[in-house]
């Protein structure tokens, strides 16, 4: 973590500001605790990741591998306390995502020359900015193309292995926490450049756009998806379509460009293993906020 970063976060529970206690730093911090000092909480950053979550006994609990992977990577004492106190606190009978989670962040860095990543490149090529976000980063490839044309980027995501290699892409200018969109660390931080790629399956679609639209007072939005949303159990419980995403953009005080007022089909092909492939057909949409 940047400790200049400290200026841009908050805590996502209270939206308090938070205090930096280190406990090992090189060119950034790659142990230590951010401190909310209005309700306590504690943010561990191992290996360089800061966790900000809002219950991270509840983050754990559904990967409880990863847990014992960080307290593994924990060098300073009072940390790998803190990791294993919450390891005894987990809930037992949840799903584990670990390996999941880790198998997508290999996935998508596999897959990172995508052609669909040339179109969104293609685009961001046009857009200048001060502070910009990316929602759902992964692994920090449309970030690494933000950081060119802005300032400073943040990207966020749930996953740690996911942020622990866009980390590595050591941008001077550019930071990764793990985060939930819907819960995120940025307190009323506006932003000129806003991503949302491929998410709305996964975040209630409806919810995201309310979250992007306060986050920025006039920008850009670039958002897409292919709108598969079958995923049983895990599966948002209000979709939209092509026109409903438009519509509900318009309800924020987006303009939709020229581009992008049809919906389109960007070829998004994941090689998932030797014989397997994914194929999608992505919609994405250029949006202004004046």
């Not at 790659?30 to 966790?51: H, N």
């Not at 910009?132 to 749930?158: P, R, W, Y």
């Not at 309310?210 to 949303?229: A, N, R, V």
Request: glycine content about 4%.
């Amino acid at each position: 973590m940047h400790q200049s970063s400290l200026n841009f976060i908050f805590c996502v529970r209270c939206n308090g500001p938070l205090e930096l206690d280190v406990f090992s730093c090189s060119d950034e911090i790659k142990e230590g605790f951010l401190l909310c000092k209005k309700c306590d909480i504690l943010y561990p950053i191992v290996s360089g990741v800061a966790i900000l979550w809002n219950d991270f006994v509840s983050y754990l609990s559904r990967r409880k591998k990863l847990g014992g992977q960080l307290f593994n990577e924990a060098k300073n004492s009072k940390l790998k306390s803190h990791i294993k106190k919450t390891l005894s606190e987990v809930e037992k009978n949840v799903e584990d995502q670990t390996l999941i989670e880790k198998r997508w962040a290999t996935i998508y860095q596999n897959n990172s020359k995508s052609k669909f990543y040339s179109k969104i490149k293609s685009i961001l090529n046009q857009i200048e900015s001060d502070v910009s976000l990316e929602h759902g980063c992964s692994i920090g490839t449309i970030s690494e193309h933000m950081a060119k044309t802005s300032n400073q980027v943040f990207g966020i995501d749930k996953s740690f292995f996911a942020i622990k290699t866009a980390k590595e892409k050591k941008l001077s200018n550019a930071d990764f926490f793990v985060a939930d969109s819907l819960l995120h660390p940025f307190a009323n931080q506006k932003f000129g450049l806003i991503l949302a790629l491929n998410l709305l399956e996964i975040i209630e679609p409806i919810d995201l756009i309310k979250t992007i639209s306060s986050q920025m007072q006039k920008g850009y939005l670039i958002i897409s998806d292919p709108y598969d949303f079958d995923r049983g159990k895990n599966s948002v419980k209000h979709t939209v379509n092509e026109k409903e995403l438009r519509d509900e953009l318009k309800k924020y005080s987006f303009s939709i460009s020229s581009d992008t007022k049809k919906e389109s089909f960007i070829p998004w092909n994941l090689q998932i293993a030797k014989r397997t492939e994914l194929k999608y057909l992505v919609d994405v949409v250029l949006a202004k906020k004046l």
